[in-house]
Nanobody, 115 residues
Framework: QVQLVESGGGLVQPGGSLRLSCVAS????????MGWYRQAPGKQRELVTSITRGGDTNYVDSVKGRFTISRDNAKNTVYLQMNSLKPDDTAVYYC?????????WGQGTQVTVSS
């Protein structure tokens, strides 16, 4: 039911920063656990970070200290602030909404980190 639209991807140099946004519509955003996944060419999609209704967060080890997930329930938006980007961060980044096991995915936004 929920519709997700990602934005903010692009091309950056190593060490640079990007902020991804995911805007949700069609349901009650504050009830969802939200997450960011990424998928590099030839690789499986992996969970990067998530944030629960209560604000609890988790991160894959490779992005700890560099990425920050946050949400603004008044704007129905979840953000991913990415700092100190590395070439290995290059992937399509997908927003996911999880409401008690019912999932919705965005279309994805490309992040390319290259010198």
């Amino acid at each position: 039911q929920v519709q997700l639209v990602e934005s903010g991807g692009g091309l950056v140099q190593p060490g640079g920063s990007l902020r991804l946004s995911c805007v949700a519509s069609g349901s009650i955003f504050s009830f969802y656990t939200m997450g960011w996944y990424r998928q590099a060419p030839g690789k499986q999609r992996e969970l990067v970070t998530s944030i629960t209704r209560g604000g609890d967060t988790n991160y894959v080890d490779s992005v700890k200290g560099r990425f920050t997930i946050s949400r603004d329930n008044a704007k129905n938006t979840v953000y991913l602030q990415m700092n100190s980007l590395k070439p290995d961060d290059t992937a399509v980044y997908y927003c996911k909404a999880d409401l008690y096991g019912a999932y919705s995915w965005g279309q994805g936004t490309q992040v390319t980190v290259s010198s």
